[in-house]
């Protein structure tokens, strides 16, 4: 079932104890430099003061195929060219997704950053209360904002800038929101003093306890090899 902008998995998460399954719908495009009319545009505004741009997720695994990222253009210039026929276009997506995973009792996801930045989710959780909505973040304002119940955010951490770094620590502290770090080799029990949870276990982060660093490894060459502060050693 092929939807226009957003894409699933082929199966269901089942969460051991009670049997609840969610199936995550997840948009991607084009993060960074977007040439649009002879001007620059960047969908995660965020990614040089996070240093994340080299080692960005949209280079790991099946974001490597040509074919993936001319997709993944073409969905960034429809947003860039036609910004309301591309939220219809999303809109639509979301109804269809919603009905096809209610109508097999599995709980309908979305994440609509899943390699960009740009908050959409924040205002589609407020049409479709029924999908619960998560994104990771370098926003880290949205942390202190107020959201819809059905809308999770986990702030992303970076060590290439000292201030952002110490500011979404900060966030966490103060608001109880989550931290994704990506470490190079291994996950530790506790980083900067606050616990460490396996993000790569699943990717349903709003079932996260609060407060809690989301280790996750470094994936694809280039995060590997990353040297920004965004990929740390531990």
């Known amino acids: 079932m092929s939807y226009n902008l957003i894409g699933t998995g082929n199966n269901a998460k089942t969460i051991k104890g009670d049997g609840s399954e969610y199936v995550t719908a997840i948009k991607y495009m084009q993060p960074y430099k977007t040439v649009y009319r002879g001007k620059v545009h960047n969908l995660c505004a965020m990614a040089d003061k996070a240093?994340?741009?080299?080692?960005?997720?949209?280079?790991?695994?099946?974001?490597q195929m040509n074919v993936v990222q001319r997709g993944r253009e073409r969905k960034t210039m429809f947003y860039l060219s036609d910004r309301i026929g591309f939220m219809d276009t999303l809109v639509n997506d979301l109804h269809t997704f919603s009905r096809r995973q209610r109508n097999k009792g599995i709980q309908p996801c979305a994440r609509l950053d899943g390699t960009s930045d740009l908050g959409i989710a924040a205002k589609m959780a407020n049409v479709f209360p029924e999908i619960q909505f998560y994104d990771y973040t370098?926003?880290?304002?949205?942390?202190?904002?107020?959201?819809?119940?059905?809308?999770?955010?986990?702030?992303?951490?970076s060590e290439a800038d000292p201030d952002y770094a110490e500011q979404v620590l900060t966030a966490v502290r103060e608001t109880g929101t989550n931290a994704a770090v990506v470490f190079r080799d291994k996950i530790p029990a506790t980083f900067k003093g606050l616990p460490v949870i396996n993000g790569d276990a699943?990717?349903?982060?709003?079932?996260?306890?609060?407060g809690v660093i989301v280790g996750l490894l470094a994936k694809?060459?280039?995060?590997?090899?990353?040297?920004?502060?965004?990929?740390?050693?531990?």
């Open 220 to 234: 694809g060459k280039k995060a590997k090899q990353d040297k920004s502060g965004f990929v740390i050693d531990c």
């Open 51 to 63: 240093g994340c741009a080299e080692p960005c997720l949209k280079g790991a695994g099946r974001g």
């Open 202 to 210: 699943d990717d349903l982060r709003f079932l996260d306890p609060k």
């Open 138 to 157: 370098k926003v880290i304002k949205r942390a202190y904002e107020d959201k819809p119940l059905n809308y999770h955010i986990t702030l992303s951490y």
